[in-house]
C-alpha cells in the first residue's frame, strides 16, 4: 500500500496552467504504475492520464491529449501532472492513484489506492 498527497490546485483563467503534484509514501513507489483521474459534480470520476513504473510510457483521455504532460520523479517519490490551456470543463477534483499491475489502464476500479484529491477550477 502507498500513501498519496496531491497538492498544486487552485483558481486560474481559462488559457493558464497548473502543475499538480503527487507526493507517495514508502520505498515502493518506482514499483507501481500512476495515474491522474478528476471528478467534476454531479459527474463519474473519469480517466485523465498515467504513466508507467519507469516514466518511459505515457497515455492520455482525448479531452487532454497536447495540453496535459504526465510526468514521474522516482528519486523523489512524486507524480506530477502539468495542465496547460486549461478550460473551464477542466475544472473538477484531480486524484492521483496507483496500481500494482505494470499495464497502463484507464478503469478506476483497476487502480489500489488513491490520494484524497485537489481542487482545480478554471474560470471562464
Known amino acids: 500500500q502507498v500513501q498519496l498527497v496531491e497538492s498544486g490546485g487552485g483558481l486560474v483563467q481559462a488559457g493558464g496552467s497548473l502543475r499538480l503534484s503527487c507526493a507517495a509514501s514508502?520505498?515502493?513507489?518506482?514499483?507501481?504504475?500512476m495515474g491522474w483521474f478528476r471528478q467534476a459534480p454531479g459527474k463519474e470520476r473519469d480517466f485523465v492520464a498515467a504513466i508507467n513504473r519507469g516514466g518511459s510510457s505515457t497515455y492520455y483521455a482525448d479531452s487532454v491529449k497536447g495540453r496535459f504532460t504526465i510526468s514521474r520523479d522516482n528519486a523523489k517519490n512524486t507524480l506530477y501532472l502539468q495542465m496547460n490551456s486549461l478550460k473551464p470543463e477542466d475544472t473538477a477534483v484531480y486524484y492521483c492513484?496507483?496500481?500494482?499491475?505494470?499495464?497502463?489502464?484507464?478503469?478506476?476500479?483497476?487502480?489500489?489506492?488513491w490520494g484524497q484529491g485537489t481542487q482545480v477550477t478554471v474560470s471562464s
Open positions: 514508502g520505498r515502493t513507489f518506482p514499483s507501481y504504475t
Open positions: 492513484a496507483a496500481r500494482q499491475g505494470s499495464a497502463i489502464v484507464v478503469v478506476v476500479a483497476a487502480y489500489d489506492d
